[in-house]
């Protein structure tokens, strides 16, 4: 009887070890939980487009600028369509039309662009969403995808896995986290000197780009004035407007394209 007693006793101890050991890993997860979702909610907030998507209408109004099904912008210009269209990720955590300027201002050549909202705001989560108008708009008679930051990641992975369904792609302010050695398709890469966000890990994965890659530097340009959202963590303040750094990505762009 003594050690049957024992036994039971060193039982009761394991299982209520067991429990505490439990209940240890479920409030570290929950307290991960917690301060994942803090630091994503605080990053979303100096992340909202400077101005409504109405806002941005007026300030292109040689663009039509239009919302479809589906959380899908469509930005394509009055007249003199160039028959190319452009499918475009933004970044991470960024409120997707926050890159109206740009985008509009690409449309002002004569491209159709597309923009696409992600789920919880990251396009590396739905990298196939351009399948849901690439060959479906009949003024597109060539297709490019396109990205910046992880939205540029998003448009290289749709890349590796439909590199037969697009011409070419556009990159803005991305380092090529896929293996793309082995793809036929011409790309470009925009990116600005005072990036300290992406500036090492973008030279240092050069080798993963395709062999058809062309790389512009704009000078003074940082990483966030791609878009229109303000400041963003870890980057370096632009020397140049944000108005000059899209002038001259939209002029590497527009030369890059017209000989591919």
Not at 35 to 44: E, S
Not at 213 to 233: L, R, S, V
Request: negative net charge; contains cysteine.
């Amino acid at each position: 009887m003594k050690n049957l007693t024992s036994n039971k006793t060193a039982t009761g101890k394991s299982k209520t070890v067991k429990r505490i050991i439990i209940a240890a890993v479920c409030m570290l997860l929950v307290a991960a939980l917690v301060c994942g979702g803090l630091v994503i909610r605080n990053y979303t907030h100096v992340s909202y487009a400077l101005h409504s998507l109405d806002e941005y209408r007026q300030m292109y109004l040689d663009v039509n600028i239009e919302e479809l099904d589906n959380d899908i912008i469509r930005y394509s210009p009055k007249k003199d369509a160039s028959g190319i269209g452009i499918a475009f990720y933004p970044g991470c955590t960024v409120e997707y039309y926050a890159y109206s300027p740009l985008l509009a201002e690409l449309a002002e050549e004569g491209y159709i662009v597309y923009l696409f909202e992600m789920p919880h705001n990251v396009a590396t989560s739905a990298p196939e969403r351009a399948n849901e108008i690439i060959g479906q708009d009949s003024d597109v008679t060539k297709w490019y995808i396109s990205g910046h930051s992880a939205g540029g990641v998003g448009a290289e992975m749709y890349l590796v896995e439909n590199a037969d369904k697009v011409d070419g792609a556009v990159i803005f302010a991305s380092s090529a986290k896929e293996d793309m050695t082995g793809i036929d398709v011409p790309m470009i890469t925009v990116y600005g000197s005072r990036d300290t966000v992406v500036g090492k890990s973008l030279q240092r994965r050069i080798v993963n780009n395709p062999p058809d890659t062309e790389m512009f530097c704009i000078e003074g340009a940082n990483h966030a004035q791609f878009g229109d959202y303000g400041k963003q963590t870890f980057d370096s303040d632009a020397t140049i407007s944000d108005e000059e750094q899209r002038k001259q990505a939209v002029a590497y762009v527009t030369d890059w394209i017209s000989r591919h």
